[in-house]
C-alpha cells in the first residue's frame, strides 16, 4: 500500500474542489456578464443552487467590496 505524507503545506482535497468550482462559477459569470440566471443554466444548476454555492466559496461577499480598491474590477460581476 502507497504511503501517503501529510504536509502542511498541501492543500486539501476539499480546498482544491472548493478552488475549481470557484473558478468554473467566476468562468460562467464572466461568460454571461454577471447575469446568474444565464450562468447557472449554463453550468446545469438552478439559479438558487448557484447561489448557495457562491455564498459558499465566498463570491456575493467580493460583491459588497465591489468599490475596494483590493478587489479587482471583474468583482462586480457577482453582483445579483
Do not use: C
Amino acid at each position: 500500500m502507497p504511503h501517503v505524507s501529510s504536509s502542511e503545506s498541501r492543500p486539501t482535497l476539499k480546498a482544491m474542489l472548493e478552488a475549481y468550482e470557484r473558478r468554473i462559477i467566476e468562468d460562467a459569470l464572466r461568460a454571461t456578464r454577471g447575469n446568474q440566471r444565464r450562468a447557472a443554466r449554463a453550468l446545469g444548476v438552478l439559479p438558487t443552487t448557484l447561489h448557495e454555492k457562491m455564498k459558499r466559496l465566498g463570491l456575493l461577499e467580493r460583491a459588497s467590496h465591489k468599490d475596494s480598491p483590493e478587489v479587482p474590477p471583474e468583482a462586480a460581476v457577482y453582483v445579483a
